[in-house]
């Protein structure tokens, strides 16, 4: 039984001297080149897309899917993932993932950073640009990250993530207005009539659009929109959601939305999926979720019949 232990033991010695050797040996060799054959031995990352997950009047919040792949010829386990995201050389996001990442050797990742993009700061550099006349930007991300390396121990790795794109702006979702039409028994159809502002110079498509219409805490309508939208580039585009109501939900806000419409809250959850320009694969199929909240007195009309 001891001589099984030792021999165990020695197998794993030995493999864990190959992978130091052969580490060694790559490595040597990678800081014996020149320019960007000398980084073949760190940590590969590449920004691939991001998802638009909720807008709100302070802040934005993102994921951002980082591919990262591992070149090293042993696998390694990294603690956190510190970030820094900079829009024209202007930070608008320092932030940490905390959740541990391991990957195998010689084998490939997809991470999902949770961000909050300050929304003050982001519009100021947009409006920037906007005001300049300045329609593509640099986007930039830096990391850090410590890797638990068998054998080598803890190594510490930074890596920058940089791509010239077309300026975005996020698109704004304004309630027009909601139309309940006319009252029935069963279901209600109901129209909310909605502006879209698109800055970019490019169009959009926005498709599987989801939203639910909420009165004075009450989730009145819901509907949805599978066909393909076209949001026109540098316009405003009406367009015009159908959702179903219940009546009996309905009737039971209907004096407020009538006599108190400054008192009674509204609230639209929007959800769809943004399609930008074919060349740019950071918009494609990318998510979009906003709310809108307002009072039912912000609306040019409120029609009952």
């Known amino acids: 039984m001891k001589k099984g232990w030792i021999i165990t033991l020695a197998v794993v010695l030995l493999i864990g001297a190959g992978g130091y050797i052969e580490y060694t040996r790559l490595q040597h060799r990678a800081d014996s ?72 050797a010689g084998d490939i990742s997809l991470v999902k950073l949770p961000t909050k993009l300050m929304a003050k700061t982001a519009m100021k550099v947009l409006k920037t640009l906007e005001r300049k006349g300045i329609d593509s930007t640099a986007y930039k991300v830096n990391s850090s990250f410590a890797l638990d390396i068998p054998i080598l121990g803890e190594k510490t790795f930074t890596a920058t993530i940089e791509r010239h794109l077309p300026t975005f702006h996020i698109p704004l979702v304004k309630i027009e207005d909601i139309d309940f ?102 918009l494609q199929d990318s998510k979009f979720i906003a709310t809108i909240r307002g009072t039912l007195d912000d609306f040019k009309k409120l029609k009952n019949k």
């Open 33 to 104: 080149l020149k320019g960007s054959e000398g980084n073949t031995l760190k940590p590969q990352l590449e920004l691939i897309r991001f998802d638009i997950t909720n807008i709100s009047d302070d802040a934005v919040d993102l994921t951002v899917y980082l591919r990262i792949e591992n070149p090293l010829p042993i696998g390694f386990k990294a603690h956190q993932l510190d970030y820094t995201v900079f829009i024209a050389n202007t930070l608008i996001v320092k932030d940490s993932y905390k959740k541990a990442i391991q990957i195998k």
């Open 181 to 282: 039409g006319p009252l029935k028994l069963k279901r209600t159809n109901v129209a909310t009539k909605v502006a879209i502002t698109n800055k970019n110079r490019f169009p959009l498509n926005i498709t599987n659009a989801h939203y639910t219409v909420t009165i004075n805490g009450k989730e009145l309508a819901a509907g949805e929109q599978a066909e393909p939208i076209l949001i026109k580039e540098r316009a405003v585009t009406p367009v015009v959601f159908p959702v179903t109501a219940r009546p009996g939900k309905t009737l039971s806000v209907l004096p407020k939305m009538l006599f108190d419409k400054k008192d009674t809250p509204y609230e639209v959850a929007f959800r769809c999926k943004l399609i930008g320009p074919k060349k740019d694969p950071m």
